[in-house]
């Protein structure tokens, strides 16, 4: 069995051969030596994560176990509640918000387990791009490449991560912010299923989002996914204990697919074909079965998937904060938001009604092609920064 680094670095805590107190040194320096062109990190709480070490260092003096992140430092995506420190969502509508009287569900549950939080990282205005940019911050760079997108919305947790200043930094998904992240950055992450991480109070795009992690190595994700686990009183759709266990436990693949595009009108371009023929191999030759090729329309038929996300949660976004406070707030958007906005407010309960049915219809299409042994393989674009904005390479 393989141990992953975040389970090395709370046994070199719990064992004494490493303080808390020295990890959180080590992330709030290589903080200030390697963030300052990544730009991931958006605040910092020194004094709390120097006050929480000790407490960390304090349990294992005493012998006292503190957990499976013991004084392991951890950044918090700032759409996520930290103690002491205002949720800004990346907007210029929540610079001046009062600060959190408590620790978002996932914060706390790492803290829980022993962590220690250093900070917030960077995402697009309300979480609504797959690039991360907004007008409070600015633009976070890919520490691969820093003139191309770590991607979004959970983009600067993901360069932190992937640039080594923390071990951990937290995630949300509803579209892709996990997902697209990962991907551009070279982690790995997964969306949970519904239930599995409880949620409260109830998010923008309440069928859609959840937390989750992503990491260095598939051990680290099991464990943190194992950490952040758990219903939440409120949230209707959260799984039961016994539930959780059978989830936990891995299904043989038996069968692959692949889809190149989920856009029925677009073709995969040359540069991204190769290496994804490759990875398609890759995963076939490890789960030793052949590929099966399918095309959006066999998973969506006639819906524009997309235009049905956008409906969705566009409407949610506006209805989350009210009609009245998006129409006053507009001017004060960056232009990414304002339109995401602008299309929620266009929508009506009829259209937004529609697309939740369709939803349905689509995931029952995808639950039979997949079953229970199935997975659907399927490339992710990436974006370069530009004049003006950023411009999609799939």
């Known amino acids: ?64 176990d503190p957990g499976p992140l013991a004084g392991v430092p951890v950044l918090v995506k700032d759409l996520e509640d930290v103690k002491g420190m205002v949720t800004t969502q990346g907007s210029l509508l929540f ?63 993901a360069a932190a991560v992937a640039s080594g200043q923390v071990p951990i930094a937290t995630a949300t998904d509803g579209g892709g912010s996990i997902r697209i992240p990962a991907a551009f950055c070279g982690l790995v992450g997964i969306k949970p299923t519904h239930g599995v991480i409880g949620r409260w109070p109830a998010p923008d795009w309440i069928d859609m989002s959840t937390e989750g992690p992503f990491a260095t190595s598939a051990d680290d994700l099991a464990l943190l996914w194992r950490v952040m686990a758990g219903r939440v009183d409120g949230d209707p759709g959260a799984l039961p204990a016994a539930m959780l266990e059978h989830a936990a436990r891995a299904s043989q693949v038996r069968r692959v697919f692949v889809v190149d595009r989920f856009a029925a009108d677009a073709d995969l371009p040359e540069g991204v074909r190769s290496p994804f ?62 339109g995401f906005m602008e299309w929620g407010l266009r929508i009506d309960v009829d259209q937004y009604l529609a697309a939740r049915r369709r939803r349905f219809l689509l995931v029952r299409s995808l639950d039979a092609l997949l079953g229970d042994d199935g997975v659907l393989l399927s490339p992710v674009k990436r974006c370069r920064r530009v004049a003006g904005g950023w411009a999609d390479e799939c």
């Open 95 to 157: 610079v001046d918000a009062p600060v959190a009287s408590a620790h978002g569900t996932v914060p706390q549950r790492l803290v829980d387990a022993g962590a220690v939080i250093v900070g917030k990282t960077n995402l697009p205005e309300f979480a609504t791009e797959g690039y991360t940019e907004n007008l409070v911050f600015g633009t976070t760079g890919n520490p691969w490449k820093l003139e191309y997108s770590p991607g979004g919305s959970s983009g600067g947790s």
């Open 1 to 64: 069995m393989t141990t992953g680094e975040l389970t090395r670095l709370a046994d070199a805590v719990r064992a004494g051969r490493v303080s808390a107190a020295e990890l959180v040194a080590e992330a709030l320096s290589r903080i200030d030596q390697h963030d300052g062109a990544i730009n991931a990190v958006v605040a910092r709480c020194d004094d709390a994560a120097e006050r929480a070490a000790r407490v960390v260092d304090a349990a294992v003096a005493a012998g006292r």
């Open 277 to 338: 023929e490759a990875a398609v191999r890759h995963m076939s030759e490890l789960v030793g079965v052949e590929p099966v090729h399918v095309t959006a329309r066999d998973l969506c038929g006639d819906v524009d998937v997309d235009d049905d996300w956008f409906t969705i949660a566009t409407a949610e976004h506006v209805a989350r904060f009210g009609r009245a406070w998006v129409e006053q707030g507009l001017e004060q958007m960056h232009p990414a938001a304002r």
